[in-house]
């Protein structure tokens, strides 16, 4: 602290806390026992205070001290007196010899408390809790006493001690001593009153004058009864704050959207804004030039084009706000190259591009593979087709930052002709080199108007952003100043080279003498840094940062500074401590250039503009023997080869955090670029690595692997061998089901590689690595859901033929012919299951294995919907009649008396137990016409055998029957408000009427247990439009038995009285299970991007299929609802009109648009047993294959 010769040390630790509480949740742990720490001067004193403190000072030596170290800053706003830098009048504060250093600071020491002693006499109360407040009074007032949230999760460990001798209390007589023992009691009592008391860990402790001691067995005592404490506040804390953080995510994924995409382009909003906002340069004609492109005809792309740092950004955001008032009704779609990991490529920009086009326009997302060549075709497409009249406008900053192999691709295609509708914008710096991008794209673009050059400001505006640019830095306009200051605008007036000088002018660096240009001036900041900060340290910082991928966390970088010698120093308690307020000091000084943005989910500090980061690249990383130790160093500490651990400062980094669950990302995603430039290739080590390819395809994302692979090929993928081309593919075409969960990663392999490997496709021939993967698919290591079917996935050949359809787009590969509107499994067994299809008029009964009809009934006159009587007999819902078909002979078997309700066509077939008296145990009850009967029918005669009415003019709206059939439960709409009404099947009688006061039952979100002994049902509030609601009833005692309100719409529900539970899913994309015997929330699922309207459990209710039947989430998932975990998920290509999961909970079988096949798929693990053909066999094996036409039949 006393080494701070400007006073910054304050403002350091005052400025990182805020940082922290503007960027991430902070827990505020607090050491304060007898003693304020040391107490500093302040470094400012407005004028009126400072000089009434002259008048009353009293004595002439008193008053010349003070006048010696401040002087007046008639600048500021409002006036003040500065405390000047401490060479100022000590120089040898700044020597290098460490005795003459040591003398200043000593020196230094008296003149601080002569100060302090003289504003302790001048200063009222008043004024002395204003200025003369320790750096921990101010942390604590700016974290705990300003915040109420950051207030709740502090902890205060308030040390006690015992035996402590006479003088070192706060009874000491001196007036400085007495002013901090006043404050630090004050401070003590607010604390007291703003902490909760379980989060005050008040301990004692015995005094000792050599401190805490581990072999002192009351301190270790007391040392482990504080671990402890601690240890479990702090658990709670962080345990509320991550339940906090998931009900105040803003940017979750709703119904189908993706919350990543909402993520990005919330940061990229954000950055136009704050751009924008920064912009003082006049522009209009500029702007004016560029709207009238977008009101043209043209049908080429729009280049804005200027040097680097000439404002190219400001001009596009102000482009960008501008468009949403030129043209209020059209899609405006922007994005700013490099500012996320998602926009640091040309394919990641267009899928972001593409996914919110297809949000925006048809209101969900499709299966597009990975590839610029695929979005190109689809961005066209959905350009043309879609129905609004508005126009689309695309605008993209920085293209000049994307590689050059890949803009060249860009070009070819910008060259053509775009849709009347969308136009594209550009801004590229300028360049010389024909292999530059901006000479790329100048000699695809032949249309001389597709260039418009950002002129540089003029002499005016250059002055007038200089006085913005320093009353924002500096909160102060000295006149003096910045006439020297504009003196150098003669050489150079662009945007970045004023914010420089006038940032330098703030941190009293710039060189008032010197001329050139905006490289010039951002070496001499970097000048300033070595010269202020230290040059071996700045040099080490920012080779580290220039060397990272997306940039560094600040945990990161302290680990890292506090493993080199040059930042320790064995004065301080903790030798790396020197490192954490270097770092603060160089965030400090380098301010506007510094960003802290989201990288992978972690907050990464990184260079806020391009040219910025160039030239700091090329003076302190290079490509020699300091980039090559640069990066040995960030490899060994993502890989852990530390060789002297720092205590406290060093932390293990599994790529698996927690096995299955939780991975490393900042290691998976740093590693291989390291590598790379350090050897030259990956493939051996990562990208043909199974374990390190599974993990980062869980713990990062598909994009970023497929990033790798590019990175080895160089930029020419058409370069990589055999094996890395058919990954690349296959992962392009997967990167959609991928990014949505990595584990499917062997699903997704053996779905698009099963053809090529059993026709001995060339392609793999020589992918020795690919059939290794293949091969391990039968027993994945990671749980997976794996196809039966060579055609449930496109396979590489299939993206060929699917580009050279010019005339259909990837969205319409879903929205063929409706085959499958149902699917249901039989009563037993895994082997089939029976579909039907209205359209066709068919029911057909499936091989699940073999993808094949056994038996095939068509002509069925008008089928609407299927319910299984037993393993050969269904009851088909014909129009507005009920029949009985055998599929096995294909035979018809009766038709039920009366015809059902139009709207409500309720009916279930069930197994009347014997007890009854009746001689058929199968019947059916189904509502009758009018909805005021229910009628229990005889499935072998079709007639009517007992009617249950509630009452005259009451109206029935659903019907639920325990499978055991003992049970029946309807819904009432008569009554208001709605009733539920429970009959016992065995007497025929009603036996119970459930009511709640002021509610009504949303029966048609209801499920009953097989044996009858639990309803639950979704309820709500008649005149509360907020969420429904779920109640569970007893109906041995007709009681509500539990009642649930999880604060979001059901949008499905299922009970398991074998599992012991209620699953229900929520409009917010969980899903719930409740424990019916304790009424707890067992688990909380997460994993779907829409709320899923579908929940199907096995025959055991032990695990449960989840997915969302309206198509905007096409994922799959299975549940294991005794845990809480994920079984698999999968994510189709196409959309699928019905699904069914197999009995045994281990299969899922798929209908999909445009296809006449069922699909199905297949829960493997490493445990299971190999595939074997199973003899068992549907009905009578002589029928195998039977075809039967009802209507040749009728004939």
Not at 459 to 467: F, K, V
């Given at each position: 602290m006393w080494n701070q010769q400007d006073h910054q040390f304050p403002e350091l630790c005052l400025g990182e806390l805020q940082r922290q509480l503007e960027v991430s949740y902070v827990v505020p742990v607090l050491f304060l026992s007898n003693s304020l720490g040391e107490s500093l001067l302040p470094k400012t004193v407005e004028q009126q205070d400072f000089e009434m403190s002259l008048k009353n000072v009293g004595d002439v030596e008193s008053r010349s001290l003070l006048e010696t170290w401040y002087e007046i800053d008639t600048h500021a706003e409002p006036p003040c007196y500065r405390l000047k830098p401490v060479s100022a009048h000590l120089p040898k504060v700044r020597s290098t010899t460490e005795e003459e250093k040591n003398q200043a600071i000593n020196q230094w020491r008296g003149i601080v408390e002569q100060i302090l002693g003289i504003f302790l006499r001048v200063f009222p109360a008043e004024l002395r809790d204003t200025y003369l407040t320790t750096v921990i009074e101010q942390e604590i007032h700016n974290s705990i006493f300003m915040s109420r949230e950051v207030g709740k999760r502090s902890v205060w460990c308030h040390r006690v001690f015992t035996q402590l001798p006479a003088g070192q209390d706060a009874n000491d007589s001196t007036p400085l001593t007495k002013e901090k023992s006043r404050r630090l009691e004050a401070l003590h009592n607010e604390l007291k009153n703003q902490l909760s008391t379980s989060h005050i860990l008040r301990l004692l402790v015995k005094w000792e004058a050599d401190g805490l001691s581990q072999d002192n067995a009351e301190h270790a005592a007391y040392l482990q009864e504080l671990s402890g404490q601690l240890s479990t506040q702090l658990k709670s804390i962080l345990d509320d704050i991550i339940e906090e953080d998931k009900g105040k995510a803003v940017w979750k994924s709703s119904y189908g959207v993706d919350g990543l995409l909402c993520s990005e382009l919330m940061q990229h909003t954000i950055f136009c804004q704050q751009s924008a906002n920064t912009c003082s340069i006049p522009l209009e004609n500029t702007l004016s030039a560029i709207k009238q492109y977008i009101a043209s005809d043209k049908s080429y792309p729009l280049v804005v084009h200027g040097v680097k740092g000439c404002g190219k950004t400001c001009l596009i955001s102000r482009a960008v706000q501008q468009c949403l008032n030129w043209f209020p009704d059209a899609l405006i779609v922007y994005r700013f190259v490099a500012l996320t990991p998602e926009s640091s490529t040309l394919v990641q920009i267009l899928r972001t591009v593409v996914n919110q086009l297809t949000c925006l326009i048809t209101g969900r997302t499709f299966w597009i593979p990975h590839n610029v060549d695929c979005y190109r075709?689809?961005?066209?497409?959905?350009?043309?087709?879609?129905?609004?009249?508005?126009?689309?406008?695309?605008?993209?900053?920085?293209?000049?930052?994307?590689?050059?192999?890949?803009?060249?691709?860009?070009?070819?295609?910008?060259?053509?002709?775009?849709?009347?509708?969308?136009?594209?914008?550009?801004?590229?710096?300028?360049?010389?080199?024909?292999?530059?991008?901006?000479?790329?794209?100048?000699?695809?673009?032949?249309?001389?108007?597709?260039?418009?050059?950002?002129?540089?400001?003029?002499?005016?505006?250059?002055?007038?952003?200089?006085?913005?640019?320093?009353?924002?830095?500096?909160?102060?306009?000295?006149?003096?100043?910045?006439?020297?200051?504009?003196?150098?605008?003669?050489?150079?007036?662009?945007?970045?080279?004023?914010?420089?000088?006038?940032?330098?002018?703030?941190?009293?660096?710039?060189?008032?003498?010197?001329?050139?240009?905006?490289?010039?001036?951002?070496?001499?900041?970097?000048?300033?840094?070595?010269?202020?900060?230290?040059?071996?340290?700045?040099?080490?910082?920012l080779a580290l940062l220039c060397a990272s991928r997306y940039g560094l966390c600040d945990s990161e970088i302290l680990d890292l500074l506090a493993h080199s010698p040059t930042f320790c120093s064995s004065v301080t308690h903790l030798d790396w401590a020197p490192a954490s307020l270097f770092l603060a000091q160089l965030c400090q000084s380098l301010g506007p250039f510094l960003e802290w943005g989201s990288a992978g989910g972690s907050l990464v500090i990184r260079w806020r503009d391009q040219l910025m980061s160039e030239i700091a690249k090329e003076r302190y990383l290079g490509k020699g023997e300091t980039s090559k130790k640069t990066r040995k160093l960030l490899l060994d500490y993502f890989k852990s080869n530390w060789k002297d651990k720092k205590n406290g400062r060093f932390q293990s980094q599994p790529s698996e955090v927690q096995p299955g669950n939780s991975y490393q990302r900042r290691k998976l995603e740093e590693i291989p670029v390291q590598e790379f430039h350090l050897d030259g290739s990956i493939k051996k080590s990562y990208l043909c690595n199974l374990k390190w390819l599974v993990e980062k395809l869980q713990g990062s994302s598909v994009y970023n692997v497929i990033e790798d692979i590019v990175m080895e090929s160089k930029g020419d993928t058409a370069n990589l061998d055999a094996d890395l081309?058919?990954?690349?593919?296959?992962?392009?075409?997967?990167?959609?089901?991928?990014?949505?969960?990595?584990?499917?990663?062997?699903?997704?392999?053996?779905?698009?590689?099963?053809?090529?490997?059993?026709?001995?496709?060339?392609?793999?021939?020589?992918?020795?690595?690919?059939?290794?993967?293949?091969e391990e698919c039968e027993k994945p290591r990671v749980p997976s859901f794996v196809p039966l079917s060579s055609t449930l996935l496109h396979n590489p050949h299939d993206l060929a033929a699917l580009l050279a359809q010019e005339s259909k787009s990837f969205q319409e590969l879903g929205a063929g012919e409706v085959y499958f509107d149902q699917i249901t499994r039989l009563k037993s067994g895994n082997e089939y299951v029976v579909s039907l299809s209205t359209s066709n008029e068919e029911v057909i009964v499936w091989d699940v294995n073999q993808a094949k009809p056994v038996r095939t009934l068509r002509g069925v006159p008008n089928p609407n919907d299927l319910k299984i009587i037993d393993n050969t007999r269904v009851v088909l819902l014909c129009g507005r009649e009920l029949q009985i078909f055998n599929l096995d002979d294909g035979s018809f078997v009766s038709k039920m008396k009366g015809i059902m309700n139009q709207k409500m066509p309720y009916y279930s077939p069930v197994s009347v137990p014997a007890s009854t008296g009746l001689h058929d145990e199968h019947h059916i009850v189904s509502l009758s016409r009018?909805?005021?009967?229910?009628?229990?029918?005889?499935?072998?005669?079709?007639?009517?055998?007992?009617?249950?009415?509630?009452?005259?003019?009451?109206?029935?709206?659903?019907?639920?029957?325990?499978?055991?059939?003992?049970?029946?439960?309807?819904?009432?709409?008569?009554?208001?408000?709605?009733?539920?009404?429970?009959?016992?099947?065995?007497?025929?009688?009603?036996?119970?009427?459930?009511r709640i006061p002021h509610h009504e039952f949303v029966t048609n979100l209801s499920a009953i247990t097989k044996e009858g002994h639990f309803v639950c049902c979704v309820c709500r509030e008649v005149d509360d439009p907020g969420p429904n609601f779920i109640v569970v009833y007893d109906l041995q005692s007709g009681t509500l038995f539990k009642k649930w309100k999880p604060g979001y719409s059901t949008h499905a529900i299922a009970i398991s009285a074998q599992g012991g539970c209620v699953i229900n899913s929520l409009e917010d994309n969980r899903i719930l299970v409740w424990d019916l015997v304790t009424g707890a929330c067992k688990h909380s699922l997460h994993k779907h991007t829409a709320p899923a309207d579908t929940l199907l459990l096995d025959h055991t209710g032990a695990r449960c299929l989840s997915y969302d039947s309206i198509g905007r989430d096409r994922t799959v998932c299975l549940w294991d609802l005794a845990t809480g975990t994920l079984f698999a998920s999968f994510t189709p290509d196409l959309p699928y009109s019905a699904c069914e999961v197999s009995n045994d909970g281990c299969g899922v079988v798929f209908g999909f648009k445009g296809r006449r096949d069922v699909a199905t798929i297949l829960y493997r693990t490493e445990q299971?047993?190999?595939?074997?053909?199973?003899?068992?066999?549907?009905?009578?094996?002589?029928?195998a294959g039977k075809i039967t036409d009802l209507k040749s039949s009728d004939k």
């Open positions: 075709k689809e961005l066209f497409k959905l350009v043309s087709s879609s129905p609004q009249a508005s126009s689309i406008i695309i605008i993209i900053d920085g293209i000049d930052e994307l590689d050059p192999l890949v803009v060249s691709e860009l070009s070819c295609w910008l060259s053509e002709e775009m849709p009347s509708r969308m136009k594209i914008i550009m801004s590229c710096s300028e360049a010389s080199e024909d292999t530059s991008v901006f000479q790329i794209i100048k000699a695809s673009l032949k249309h001389e108007d597709a260039f418009i050059s950002v002129p540089n400001p003029n002499q005016t505006a250059a002055e007038g952003l200089l006085t913005a640019t320093l009353l924002q830095y500096c909160h102060s306009a000295d006149g003096d100043l910045q006439k020297k200051i504009s003196s150098r605008l003669k050489h150079c007036t662009l945007p970045l080279y004023i914010k420089v000088l006038a940032w330098q002018a703030s941190i009293g660096s710039v060189d008032l003498s010197g001329t050139g240009d905006t490289r010039s001036v951002i070496n001499d900041l970097f000048d300033y840094l070595e010269k202020s900060l230290g040059k071996e340290k700045v040099e080490y910082t081309s058919l990954l690349l593919k296959v992962l392009e075409m997967s990167a959609n089901a991928l990014s949505y969960d990595g584990s499917q990663f062997f699903g997704q392999i053996y779905g698009r590689l099963q053809s090529l490997i059993q026709s001995n496709s060339p392609d793999v021939s020589k992918c020795s690595f690919m059939k290794k993967v293949y009018n909805r005021m009967y229910v009628n229990l029918m005889n499935l072998t005669s079709g007639e009517c055998i007992s009617t249950f009415k509630v009452g005259e003019d009451r109206f029935l709206n659903s019907l639920i029957v325990s499978e055991n059939g003992k049970i029946l439960v309807c819904g009432d709409e008569t009554q208001k408000p709605f009733p539920l009404l429970v009959w016992d099947l065995n007497s025929k009688k009603l036996i119970y009427d459930l299971s047993e190999e595939k074997v053909d199973k003899e068992e066999s549907f009905g009578d094996p002589e029928n």
